[in-house]
């Protein structure tokens, strides 16, 4: 637990102490159903092995035999491999906590995490949503309607448009207003998807047109609105958690300025843009936010910052994928806080308690092609070697062997790692990924490498343009030998160790000395 100087040591000891401090707590669940795969679903499972809670898993056809399956105490099959089919089947997945016995349902991070509906099943069934509830998850998931519940609670929001209405004449003459340039955004869903940012009035109309039709696709929902663009803004957000016994409050920020197609791939903490002061008015702007829809559990409200002022963007009522960088520096365990408030617990400690130690920094390595705009690469993974040591922390679901298909999120793991300093903590992040070795599917991993390692990102000056700016035309680096040359080594190795036959002092083919794979029957 990270506390304020002059406070109680810095270690477990105290996160520990104050975890246990009130000696009147409700009753645990004994089973968590997971509806969530990969990655995410490893973490709940190991949240819940801490506190000594029973896990059921779900998974589709495509995810047999997976890691977060294997890692669970039970495993049930909820369907097909389409998301649709399976972890987006809302009476598979309460079908599978009846047949588990299980009290409550954690929807991770993702899926439907954030979906009112699914939060108002699992509880009308008579179980435990280990979230916010469905009130606030709908009032923050429409974006035009959180800006105006942000407004109305004093939360400075990004000047925009929106209306009911889908006049393109009123659009245009807004646009004007606010002043170009400015983004064209989906009101529902979030991922980056419906957005269009226009510098042109000339091509707002078609920019509009096309926005309302991915979102329509992408969410259902084709109502879109009009934000000023804030081209060399900062992306912080800032982790919230509050209980059911009104206590609400921060837990700091994360930068998470680095981004491809408006989504994040580097986050760090504390942020190199924000002083104390600007720290302290956006905790308290997220705190004010998080009360403003009677926020209950752990989500994420999200800002731009432009120079010493900031806005409102959304809210995360979610776990964020990048929370481990914020648990690296305050000590906490946001995974087995969302339980222990789903439980009915009280927040044992103050605002006041908590404190930032160290700097983390968390790489998200997915199987991706960044010399072809970050498109997915599908394949199999044939060997994976991730890094680990002091200070490194690695969350994944996928292991050697899996294969990265194209039906869901291609990340293969999330690396942190965690300094005394961000000097430190960038040292130790070149390290750990130098040490990272995947095989079989092209991924991003050079290229966070040639992040981490740029002047403008060593500064802290990066924005939200960083990478749209400086890494256009980025290309891997050429080895030293072409792929297939090293491979055909490495097969030539193994052939010759194979067809030599082995030196016994007994008998030269003896199978006890030999390392082919023999077997009764066969070479």
């Given amino acids: 637990m990270a506390v304020r100087p002059g406070g109680p040591c810095r270690c477990s000891c105290y996160n520990n ?8 707590k409700p009753p645990m669940f004994d089973t968590i159903l997971i509806a969530n795969r990969g990655e995410i679903a490893v973490r709940v499972i190991r949240a819940c092995q801490q506190l000594g809670i029973r896990t059921a898993a779900v998974y589709s056809e495509a995810d047999r035999g ?19 089919e399976s972890y987006l089947n809302t009476g598979a997945l309460l079908a599978a906590a009846r047949q588990t016995g299980a009290q409550a349902i954690h929807p991770g991070y993702g899926f439907l995490s954030e979906a009112p509906a699914f939060a108002d099943a699992v509880r009308t069934a ?15 998931g429409i974006k035009t309607q959180a800006r105006a519940i942000m407004q109305a609670a004093g939360v400075p929001v990004v000047p925009g448009y929106q209306s009911d209405e889908h006049d393109p004449a009123a659009f245009v003459s807004a646009a004007q207003a606010i002043g170009y340039p400015v983004m064209v955004k989906a009101a529902g869903g979030g991922g980056g998807k419906g957005i269009r940012i226009v510098h042109d009035p000339a091509a707002l109309p078609e920019a509009i047109q096309s926005a309302r039709r991915e979102a329509e696709h ?19 957000e800032i982790q919230v958690l509050a209980d059911a016994h009104g206590h609400t409050l921060h837990l700091f920020e994360r930068e998470c300025s680095v981004q491809r197609r408006h989504q994040k791939i580097i ?79 009280a927040l044992p400690f103050t605002q006041a308690d908590l404190a930032q130690r160290g700097h983390a920094i968390e790489c998200r390595l997915y199987a991706e092609d ?49 300094g005394e300093d961000r000097e430190a903590a960038i040292a130790r992040m070149q390290t750990a990924l130098a040490r990272t070795v995947i095989l079989g599917t092209t991924t991003n991993l050079a290229f966070l490498r040639d992040v981490l390692a740029h002047p403008t990102f060593r ?10 700016e400086t890494f256009t035309s980025w290309q ?26 082995a030196e016994s002092k007994a008998d030269a083919y003896s199978p006890w000395d030999r390392s082919d794979g023999f077997r009764m029957g066969g070479r």
């Fill in 17 to 24: 102490a104050i975890m246990t401090r009130h000696t009147e």
């Fill in 66 to 84: 997976a890691l977060h399956t294997r890692l669970a105490d039970v495993a049930v099959p909820v369907g097909p491999a389409p998301a649709a």
């Fill in 126 to 140: 008579g179980l435990t949503f280990i979230g916010p509830p469905a009130s606030a998850i709908h009032e923050m």
């Fill in 218 to 236: 992408a969410f259902g929902d084709p109502t879109i609105f009009l934000e000023k663009y804030i081209a060399q803004g900062h992306h912080i």
């Fill in 267 to 345: 986050e760090e903490t504390p942020s190199p843009l924000l002083d104390d002061d600007l720290r302290a008015r956006m905790g308290q702007a997220a705190v004010e936010a998080a009360r403003a829809v009677e926020y209950v559990n752990a989500g994420t409200v999200e800002f731009i910052v432009d120079g010493s002022e900031f806005y409102f963007l959304e809210m995360n009522t979610r776990l964020q994928v990048e929370h481990p960088v914020t648990e690296m520096v305050t000590g906490l365990d946001l995974v087995a806080w969302q339980i222990r408030i789903a439980a009915g617990e």
């Fill in 370 to 418: 960044p010399a072809n705009n970050f498109l997915p690469a599908i394949g199999p993974v044939l060997d994976l070697v991730l890094p680990e040591g002091p200070g490194i922390r690695v969350d994944s679901g996928i292991t050697a062997g899996d294969v990265i298909g194209m039906h869901y999120d291609p990340m293969i793991a999330k690396i942190v790692a965690h």
């Fill in 459 to 468: 500064e802290g000056r990066a924005t939200t343009r960083f990478v749209d």
């Fill in 476 to 501: 891997p680096p050429t080895p030293d030998l072409p792929p297939a040359a090293l491979i055909a080594a490495a097969l030539a190795d193994s052939r010759a160790a194979v067809s030599t036959p």
